[in-house]
């Protein structure tokens, strides 16, 4: 199954958002325009829904894909990263000319040849 992790750059950014707004959580929707990157948001500030999925966490921040969009990366690993531009509306990375990517990678299938 999948994991999340991050890079040093995406960590730092955390780490400011963090330090401005405490503890955090990220939610990857997979839906279209600000909904298919993922969104920071205040810990108390999102409701997680019965089929969102946590997939890990990043520096002790919870990471949940909503249900229907881990169906179809349950195989990949994301790693979330930062790139120059404005987050989403609502997430705490817009305004700080970074915002959060994710970009990701299938996970390595099991060999079955030997069985």
Same mark, same amino acid.
Not at 40 to 56: E, M, Q, T
Not at 62 to 90: C, N, S
């Given at each position: 199954?999948? %994991? @999340? %992790?991050? *890079?040093?750059? !995406? ?5 400011? /958002?963090? !330090? $401005? ?13 600000? &909904? ?7 810990a108390?500030?999102?409701? /997680? ?9 990043? =520096? &002790?921040?919870?990471?949940? /894909?909503? &249900? !229907? ?6 195989? *990949? $690993? +994301? @790693? +979330? =990263? ?7 509306m609502f %997430? +705490? $990375? ?7 990517? /994710?970009?990701? *990678? +299938?996970?390595?299938?099991? =060999? *079955?040849? $030997?069985?």
């Amino acid at each position: 199954m999948g %994991s @999340v %992790s991050a *890079t040093p750059a !995406a960590r730092e950014l955390l780490r400011e /958002i963090v !330090a $401005d707004h405490g503890p955090v959580l990220f939610h990857q929707s997979g839906g279209c325009c600000d &909904g298919s990157s993922p969104m920071c948001y205040p810990a108390n500030g999102f409701l /997680i829904g019965d089929a969102d999925v946590k997939l890990g966490e990043i =520096d &002790g921040m919870p990471f949940y /894909i909503g &249900g !229907a969009q881990y169906e179809r990366w349950k195989h *990949t $690993d +994301l @790693v +979330l =990263d930062v790139v120059a531009g404005r987050g989403g509306m609502f %997430s +705490l $990375d817009n305004g700080r000319e970074r915002r959060f990517l /994710i970009r990701s *990678t +299938l996970c390595e299938a099991p =060999d *079955t040849a $030997d069985r």
